[in-house]
């Protein structure tokens, strides 16, 4: 069976995923394990725990559990000032690494009681922050910090310096593809390429190395970015030519939801440039990927999921 590893966080991530497990292939999820916002920030700060939002938000897409026990999982304290909006999830997992000690040790039990497909990996299990500066010098501290300022951000790093799980390691070394998943490149998918010993590791395998594009821009990481541009920044971290293909949509979107994007939210959609990708010597794979879910643009994870393992079908890897 093919094996993909993908690398990513939030929301992109898991609509990824919920396409992917249905397919015959062995699919390894590495998560970012640094955001400090919301449930997630909170339980950080009185625990003293790296982050479980994504993780557990990416355990839930991988699942085959009924809907029921999904409803149950999602399901946020909203009228508790104690409980504070947290999930359920994020209070189980919560529970896991005080009991455990540790994600190892914790996500198994989460990975029995769920019935997930499939392999679910934080990036380290280092409690850590990410600090980024923008580009007029100012510091912002943490995931949440960065996101919230909307700023133009020249770099970004950790608090400090991280240990990669090394199951991620092995991983990555057995991998047939690679991929960056669609989601925030400076928050969700960067932080994994801040360690050179993993960036060694991806950039020597002997894997294709896949990026999903965004389908709208973030105010102040992307702003007019084209597919070219987010290309161009992720190589700016892995070095160039390291991308071999890109899969995005090519399809205009023209509705009120577009417009609510671009005057409320300052997101744009994200435009092809076919020519300049073919020049940067990238494959592309393109289609129709948008679908509108609980009015919000996501990814056809299905479709999405397809085109992807068609690609490894047909022969890449090692």
Known sequence: MKKIVIFGGGSGLSQLLKGLKLF??????????????????R??????????????????????????VRDLMNYR??????????????????????????FDASLPVLVKLLDIKGNVLPLTE????????????????????ITKAKK????????????????????VKKADLIIFSSGSLITSI??????????????SSKAKRMYICNLFTQPGETDDYKVSDHIKLLESYLGKNTIDVVVANNAKMHNNLVKKYENEEQKDQVMLDYDTLVNMNKQVIQDKLHKIEDNVYRHDSLKTAYLIFSYLMDGVGK
């Open 126 to 145: 280092d409690n850590v922050d990410l600090i980024g500066y923008t580009t007029e010098g100012k510091k912002l501290i943490g995931e949440a910090g």
């Open 43 to 68: 339980v950080r700060k009185d625990y003293k725990i790296p982050a479980v939002g994504d993780i557990s938000k990416v355990l839930l897409a991988m699942s085959d559990c009924d809907n029921e």
């Open 152 to 171: 133009k951000i020249a770099r970004i790093t950790y608090s400090k310096d991280i240990t990669v799980n090394p199951k991620v390691l092995e991983a």
């Open 190 to 203: 960067i932080p994994h390429l801040l360690d050179k010993k993993l960036n060694n590791a991806i950039k």
């Open 77 to 102: 304290f909203t009228k508790s000032k104690t409980l504070g909006n947290h999930s359920i999830k994020n209070l189980l997992l919560t529970a896991l690494l005080d009991l455990k000690g540790n």
């Open 24 to 41: 015959p292939i062995d699919v390894t999820a590495v998560v970012s394990v640094s955001d400090n916002g919301g449930s997630t920030g």
